[in-house]
């Protein structure tokens, strides 16, 4: 990461350090362990469904099939299992693979066919809400088998079992973007598409990964926050597609590609999640969170393009030769 990026993310941890006191004092006992640790794990459904829309941003891209993704894999896990975990064995990979399917079609879609992501992913969001809502007959009834509860809500040595699992995503998301040919191609699409593939990065291929890790971790995803609830209903998704592009711009991304890192996302996840929690103490309602995602997405975009105005205008003078004027 270059010392931009870290600006960005520190800038992230710092307004999650002052939002966090901030909240403290509206409603004192928010930063006991215990509260602090119900706070991580709500950020981690979060997180781990932000994960791969930060791949998917960072490359120029947006995925808005992520609500149904998470929500198609939700219910057919319980209703495939029927509260069993035997059956898990078989349906958790197969759900999984799915979601990464998913986002390959996205994927190759965007790459291929050169449709916008916004319509691409968007197409296929509506197609799979409504295979879903034809094959359970709008009404899913099965509970969360016990093993995918412990996951969302057991612990290891008193630390919670999901946050393991975060951990574990967001250090292989950090070594994928830092460490890897593959992020490296990630942040030239983003920067430009056209000048990364007349250099040599291999567009499609990076692409069509960053959309099938999208659906991965979505999937992943609405599989652990089954867990959570115990049970999955229709649209548990919904609020998710907002959250995961509001916490990658809150993490100091350009919505418009090229730069960000999951480190910030992580920043976000929680901010997002500690403003969940303020809204009660100040008794607003969840339509105050829905204006702050969109303010946050405005505000970010506007920058982004601000930015790159002043880029664009300042490179011809830049590349100019010097020498007498005519």
Same mark, same amino acid.
């Given at each position: 990461?270059?010392?931009?990026?870290?600006?960005?993310?520190?800038?992230?941890?710092?307004?999650?350090?002052?939002?966090?006191?901030? =909240?403290?004092? $509206?409603?004192?006992?928010?930063?006991?362990?215990?509260?602090?640790?119900? /706070?991580?794990?709500?950020?981690? @459904?979060?997180?781990?469904?932000?994960?791969?829309?930060?791949?998917?941003?960072?490359?120029?891209?947006?995925d808005?099939?992520?609500?149904? $993704?998470?929500?198609?894999?939700?219910?057919? *896990? +319980?209703l495939?299992?029927?509260?069993?975990?035997?059956?898990?064995?078989?349906?958790?990979? *197969?759900?999984?693979?799915?979601?990464?399917?998913?986002?390959?079609?996205?994927?190759?879609?965007?790459?291929?066919? %050169?449709?916008?992501?916004?319509?691409m992913?968007?197409?296929?969001?509506?197609?799979?809400?409504?295979?879903?809502? $034809?094959?359970?007959?709008?009404?899913?009834?099965?509970?969360?088998?016990?093993?995918?509860?412990?996951?969302? $809500?057991?612990?290891?040595?008193?630390?919670?079992?999901?946050?393991i699992?975060?951990?574990?995503?967001?250090?292989?998301?950090?070594?994928?973007?830092?460490?890897?040919?593959f %992020?490296?191609?990630?942040?030239?699409?983003?920067?430009?598409? +056209?000048?990364?593939?007349?250099?040599? #990065?291999?567009?499609?291929?990076?692409? #069509?990964?960053?959309?099938?890790?999208?659906?991965?971790?979505?999937?992943?995803?609405?599989?652990?926050?089954?867990?959570? /609830?115990?049970?999955?209903?229709?649209?548990?998704?919904?609020?998710?597609?907002? /959250?995961?592009?509001?916490?990658?711009?809150?993490?100091?991304?350009?919505?418009?590609?090229?730069s960000?890192?999951?480190?910030? =996302?992580?920043?976000?996840?929680?901010?997002?999640?500690i403003?969940?929690?303020?809204?009660?103490?100040?008794?607003?309602?969840?339509?105050?969170?829905?204006?702050?995602?969109? #303010? #946050?997405?405005?505000? /970010?975009?506007?920058?982004?393009?601000?930015?790159?105005?002043?880029? @664009?205008?300042?490179?011809?003078?830049?590349?100019?030769?010097?020498?007498?004027?005519?």
């Amino acid at each position: 990461m270059n010392i931009r990026r870290h600006r960005a993310i520190l800038l992230a941890y710092l307004g999650m350090i002052v939002l966090l006191l901030l =909240t403290s004092v $509206v409603a004192p006992g928010f930063l006991s362990p215990t509260h602090l640790r119900s /706070t991580a794990v709500l950020a981690a @459904f979060i997180g781990i469904v932000a994960l791969g829309q930060t791949f998917v941003i960072i490359g120029g891209g947006i995925d808005l099939s992520v609500p149904w $993704v998470l929500n198609s894999a939700a219910v057919l *896990m +319980t209703l495939l299992a029927g509260s069993q975990d035997a059956p898990l064995l078989w349906i958790v990979p *197969m759900l999984l693979a799915a979601g990464a399917l998913v986002g390959m079609i996205n994927g190759l879609g965007v790459a291929i066919f %050169g449709v916008p992501p916004i319509i691409m992913t968007l197409a296929v969001n509506v197609i799979l809400q409504g295979g879903i809502l $034809v094959y359970t007959g709008g009404a899913p009834t099965s509970t969360a088998p016990a093993a995918i509860q412990f996951l969302a $809500v057991g612990r290891i040595a008193g630390f919670p079992v999901v946050l393991i699992l975060w951990i574990v995503l967001a250090a292989l998301a950090t070594i994928l973007l830092s460490k890897t040919a593959f %992020g490296r191609y990630l942040y030239a699409i983003g920067t430009s598409a +056209t000048v990364a593939e007349f250099s040599g #990065v291999p567009t499609l291929r990076t692409t #069509v990964l960053a959309y099938t890790l999208s659906g991965f971790t979505a999937a992943l995803a609405g599989m652990l926050l089954t867990g959570y /609830t115990a049970q999955a209903y229709l649209g548990m998704g919904d609020p998710y597609l907002f /959250t995961s592009i509001a916490a990658v711009a809150i993490g100091g991304a350009s919505i418009l590609g090229g730069s960000g890192h999951y480190i910030g =996302t992580i920043a976000g996840a929680l901010v997002l999640t500690i403003l969940t929690g303020l809204l009660p103490a100040l008794n607003l309602s969840s339509g105050a969170l829905l204006i702050v995602y969109g #303010v #946050v997405i405005l505000v /970010t975009v506007s920058l982004a393009s601000e930015a790159l105005s002043s880029l @664009f205008t300042f490179l011809p003078r830049f590349g100019r030769p010097r020498g007498p004027s005519a």
